[in-house]
RNA sequence: CGCGGGGUAGAGCAGUUUGGUAGCUCGUCGGGCUCAUAACCCGGAGGCCCCAGGUUCAAAUCCUGGCCCCGCAACCA
């Protein structure tokens, strides 16, 4: 099997996990189990990065020691993870003791090689803040935090070479047009590399200012920079660069990370890996921000938006459904409550929820519940095959190329056709009319496509799809070719077993004639909204339509959108 | 002239690499259907594609010059 290793962010633990650090998470989870679903042998792995300047502020803020707020806060983040479905292999900590020798065993071997050496800095320091601030941060010579002065000093500390480096680099993103990707972040990392503006980097700081790090090999008086010693993390989890799975594993690795920490892992970390003779990563996958109210979420603006409290609002899936749907990978977007229930019943509700619904509620009426055996083709399937083919390869391909919402538009034009198809053979009249040939073949062409539309959904939606497989008869741990009753996968990893979407864009006859089918199905009941609730009490008056906005107090006041109970979708 | 991204129907976006009747989702208006979660299906309305020049038989797309919005700007994770 093809080895694949994911490496999501290891999150800076100075403040309790946001929306946007869910959201890299629940894409490094999607990403992991496609490429799982797609036959390969993935690792996906995070962690927390504890060491540093704004640790020991945060825990002096706190009233804690920075231990203790590492504890605190690496525990806040490793809990979440499960709560949003996502399944890190291996979770790691900076603070731990086999990180700490991975890397004072890669320092000491770029030291050795000649890269790292004593120099002096010199700078404006504000003592307030703790840092040197450049010519251009200053507001008229002053420190903006604290409107002083800044002290002019300079200190002798370790500096890697990494200017030594910057042509062999950008020569490695010329000739590898996949390193980094999306193409905007591509040109950034470029311009950083242009016309030798490319500074070495400041590896130490002094013990006499900051302790709270990993101690440099060759000098007891310094601890490490802090991004030197994170981005080793990605070797820790691999058990260090000795190993067997960084044999196996390193050569396929793909790391994932916002837009805010592009320099470091597009420009200091294949420096790094240069420096110490080892190959780079394969791909480095830059996303944008999730807004609020149009603008960068902040605690000063008092937009950040919750995970945990957002994800249970409409169920987990659907909110990983949204996440992944509703950005462009590598662009910002917005987030909104309004966005997500409107997504929620438009696509997931109205289309999937409903074709689910009406094709079970039609099979157990007409195919007594189970999987019929369908007859002869007609032009009309053929040529719904024929899209549905287009559709699943279109999937698989965005989705490979992290284009989730490309990927999922591409699945919904399938489950478009799908319900157009019901219309268009009017199963109804044919039942009525006697054929039942005719009906079984519609409604196992429907089932059938439903089923991979199921599966394919398993990397976003890893709960419904199990609910929608279970509902089509397919057994927990099967997949498609599946089906089989060895359901060695069951268990700990539920979900399809490996490789289970090879194929499924060319095969139409998967799904197994006679499997027991859900007599019914209600996978998203519809949110209400201020609108529908309003149409809904008007029902009465026969028409249907809204017109009137008229205002029902008693459902528009309350909570204005109903919380639905998401757990558990009933079959 | 620091760097990068963006300005396309009421909203959100795609299309720009490889010029050729401007496309998708939501919303809106009208119709149909009943298997379905007031859902689904069909059809309509709605756009000087930021502005001004230029190249071309032809420009949202290429070139030049503006205007506006958003990030980043280097010991900040």
Redesign the pocket.
């Known amino acids: 099997m093809t080895p694949y290793y994911l490496t999501a962010p290891i999150y800076?633990v100075?403040a309790k996990p946001h929306l946007g650090h869910a959201y890299t998470t629940i894409v490094a989870d999607a990403m992991t189990r496609f490429a799982r679903l797609s036959g390969r042998d993935a690792m996906f792995i995070t962690g927390t990065?504890e060491h540093?300047?704004?640790i020991v502020q945060a825990a002096a803020k706190a009233g804690c020691t920075p231990r203790e707020l590492a504890d605190d806060v690496s525990a806040a983040f490793r809990a979440l993870w499960p709560e949003l479905d996502a399944e890190p292999t291996r979770f790691v900590r900076t603070s731990g003791p086999e990180h700490r020798e991975v890397v004072r065993a890669f320092l000491q071997k770029v030291y050795d090689a000649g890269d790292i050496y004593f120099g002096e800095?010199g700078?404006n320091y504000c003592y307030g803040c703790e840092?040197?601030y450049?010519e251009?941060?200053l507001e008229n010579g002053l420190c903006p935090q604290h409107q002083v002065k800044p002290e002019y000093i300079s200190?002798k500390?370790y500096f890697f070479r990494m200017s030594a480096y910057q042509d062999r680099l950008k020569q490695h993103i010329l000739d590898n047009p996949e390193f980094i990707s999306p193409e905007?972040y591509r040109?950034?990392a470029l311009?950083?590399l242009e016309g030798g503006?490319?500074?070495d980097l400041?590896i130490s700081?002094p013990k006499t200012r900051l302790k709270w790090g990993i101690e440099l090999p060759f000098d007891a008086n310094y601890v490490c920079?802090?991004?030197f010693d994170?981005l080793l993390a990605y070797f820790t989890a691999l058990g260090g660069p000795e190993s067997a799975d960084f044999r196996r594993f390193w050569p396929a690795a793909e790391h994932l990370v916002?837009?805010?920490?592009l320099k470091?892992h597009a420009v200091f970390w294949p420096t790094m890996l240069t420096a110490a003779g080892l190959p780079l990563y394969r791909r480095l996958h830059v996303h944008g921000y999730w807004l609020s109210r149009s603008?960068?979420m902040s605690k000063s603006i008092g937009n950040v938006v919750p995970p945990l409290e957002t994800a249970r609002s409409l169920g987990l899936d659907a909110f990983r459904y949204f996440l992944l749907r509703e950005m462009?990978f590598g662009?910002d977007?917005?987030f909104s409550e309004e966005a997500l229930t409107?997504r929620y019943n438009?696509d997931l509700?109205?289309?999937l929820?409903?074709l689910?619904?009406?094709?079970l509620?039609?099979a157990a009426?007409w195919c007594a519940g189970k999987v019929p055996a369908p007859g002869a083709d007609t032009e009309a399937e053929k040529n719904l095959k024929i899209s549905a083919s287009d559709s699943l390869a279109d999937y698989q391909r965005f989705f490979a190329d992290t284009r989730f919402s490309d990927a999922l538009?591409a699945l919904w034009n399938l489950v478009?056709a799908l319900?157009?198809y019901?219309?268009a053979s009017a199963?109804?009249?044919l039942a009525a009319a006697g054929d039942m040939e005719r009906v079984n073949t519609v409604l196992y062409t429907l089932l059938e496509c439903m089923r991979k539309i199921a599966l394919h959904l398993w990397p976003v939606m890893p709960g419904k799809s199990a609910l929608m497989l279970a509902q089509l008869g397919v057994p927990a741990g099967a997949g498609a070719s599946a089906c089989e009753p060895d359901g060695a996968t069951a268990g700990a990893q539920a979900g399809p077993p490996v490789g289970a979407i090879i194929g499924e864009a060319e095969n139409f006859s998967l799904l197994p004639v006679g499997a027991p089918l859900a007599p019914a199905?209600?996978?998203?009941?519809?949110a209400e909204t201020d609108?529908?609730a309003t149409?809904?009490g008007k029902?009465d008056a026969g028409k249907?339509?809204a017109?009137s906005g008229k205002k029902n107090a008693d459902r528009n006041n309350s909570a204005g959108t109903e919380k639905i109970d998401a757990g558990t979708g009933n079959m």
Do not use: Q
């Open positions: 800076y100075n990065d540093g300047d704004k800095y700078g840092r040197f450049t251009k941060e200190e500390n905007r040109n950034e311009s950083m503006v490319l500074d400041c700081r920079y802090v991004w994170a916002a837009k805010d920490i470091p603008a960068k462009h662009s977007a917005d409107a438009a509700a109205n289309d929820g409903n689910f619904s009406r094709v509620t039609m009426r538009e478009r319900n157009k019901v219309d199963p109804g009249a199905s209600n996978l998203f009941p519809r609108k529908s149409a809904k029902v249907g339509k017109g």
